[in-house]
């Protein structure tokens, strides 16, 4: 294993069978009233359980709030009527989940009436961290740290570790799923061609 992966998988790893109040759920969820799922991810070969419910295409995307770089709340329904890609990773401090949010912000330059957003469950101060340093300008970078709303309403919240599963949401204008993967080991990249080929097609359907 390179070190490329290596340092994204030493943070991940570690975290992993950690503890964390039930209080991260926040609201009236419960880690009994929400599905948990097996055989859909794991972490260098390693099984890992979702939690929240399951998202597939052709559904009305749940509305959901996380906090901006500013600690500011934002909704995914604040960009009604763009495409949005929502980018989805567990930690910015990993080398491949900070490609990540580089490689979707390269590509947002070339999507016009599209909204990329990344969230993770990392806090918004190592948000506005990252993105300064590294220039991000094109996506909207968000914490899911405080009730984990995306995680348990999306289905990519990890059981062992409380962090986000790594995948891609594509939404369309109406607000109906459009695209979904969830990244089957969190040692690899999401598939960014396939995704951003679903979001031209929604940009170029909407203009034709």
Known sequence: MNCYRQSC???ILLLLGSTVATAAFGGAETEQSVTKRTGL???RGNPLTLVGNPINVGDKAPDFTAYDRNMQPVSLSDYAGQVRIITVFPSIDTKVCSLQVRSFNKQASQLNDAQIL???VDLPFALDRFCAAEGIDKVVALSDYRHR???LKYGFLIDESRL???GTII????GIVRYVEYVNDLSNEPNYEKAIAVAESLVDKSGS
């Open 9 to 11: 998988f030493g943070l």
């Open 41 to 43: 991810i794991t972490a």
């Open 118 to 120: 990344a969230i993770s």
């Open 149 to 151: 709303e995306f995680g």
């Open 164 to 166: 986000l599963a790594r």
């Open 171 to 174: 939404v369309d204008q109406e």
